[in-house]
């Protein structure tokens, strides 16, 4: 960039890049059939005479489990503590975070129907969160993130990631992201959580 009055060279600097992790999960085929036997439970409560569903809405515009799902469904506490365990804490290492190890604040289901999406939202007061594409029938589910904030995702306003079944992303609960509408006639199935990092001991240095 060269000065409007002045030959004066400006240099530009990307500050502020987020990341993201993306990783497949190992069995997915077992823990997708253990989270659509709970969608398929969920989603007919005249049956099962059992829903978590709270009835407010939020950003999320599709059916969804309860917050804190890991105290209903063992199998959900099982997934978070493996996430937690083998990936959260690794990347903590490898980016040298001062986060000595994390802890699940809360977790749900979310299932789309037809032209159902998830609008421009944050996990704000959460360090990391985490979305698992469990099963997705149509070509065009994309995550977004957003550059709101004066945030940076490779100098793009907004950053698209087409993921792909069995997916799990990790991210700074704090960046803006939405989801694209299910296109397909068949459910769209994620699973969501977010972490808080946990010290187990008092901290001697700053």
Partial sequence: ITGNYMNINIETHSLFTEKVWTFKIPDHAT???????????ESNKSIHQHSTSPEEECNVKASRTGWW???????????????????LNAIASAEKFDMPKFTVTN?????YDKTQYAEVHNHHLHPLSVVYFVDLPDENSNFLFHNYYGRALKNDDDKLLNVEE??????NGSLPHS?????SDKLRVTFAANYEPVFEEERKKY
Avoid: A, E
């Fill in 107 to 111: 977790c749900w289901i979310n299932w």
């Fill in 179 to 183: 989801v694209s509408p299910n296109l």
């Fill in 31 to 41: 823990w997708k059939s253990h989270i659509n036997n709970i969608v398929k439970v």
């Fill in 166 to 171: 069995g997916t799990i992303i990790i991210f």
């Fill in 69 to 87: 799902s890991h105290f209903q469904y063992p199998v959900l506490k099982n997934l978070t503590d493996f996430i937690g365990n083998n990936c």
